[in-house]
């Protein structure tokens, strides 16, 4: 009916914007979007949202856990996630400064 349509967009609505409020701004990673009923092009636009919130959690977190490790000292590790456009060169640059780090502290203890 109508209002069943008018229930699922409003929910959609509400959830999305959490979802964009949650990651977006206020850095909560791990937030999805949850539609109950939602069918079709609502639910390809739900599970689109989650995928990229899911996306970006990993990657973020990916990157945090090797930052964390270097923080304690430990320049054996690397982000190895799959990333894509301007993710991917903030992986690959961080990835280079610990390569640096590394061969610096070799040279520093040489």
């Given at each position: 009916t109508i209002n069943e349509m008018i229930d699922t967009l409003a929910t959609f609505a509400?959830?999305?914007t959490t979802v964009a409020r949650e990651v977006g701004i206020e850095?909560?990673?791990g937030g999805q979007a949850n539609v109950p009923g939602a069918a079709g092009t609502w639910r390809d636009l739900t599970d689109n949202v989650?995928?990229?919130a899911a996306n970006l959690t990993t990657q973020m977190r990916?990157?945090?856990e090797v930052a964390i490790a270097v923080t304690k000292g430990d320049l054996t590790r690397s982000i190895s996630v799959q990333a894509e456009g301007e993710l991917a060169i903030l992986k690959d640059n961080v990835n280079q400064m610990i390569a640096n780090l590394r061969e610096t502290t070799q040279k520093n203890t040489e």
């Open positions: 509400d959830q999305v850095g909560k990673l989650n995928e990229l990916a990157i945090a």
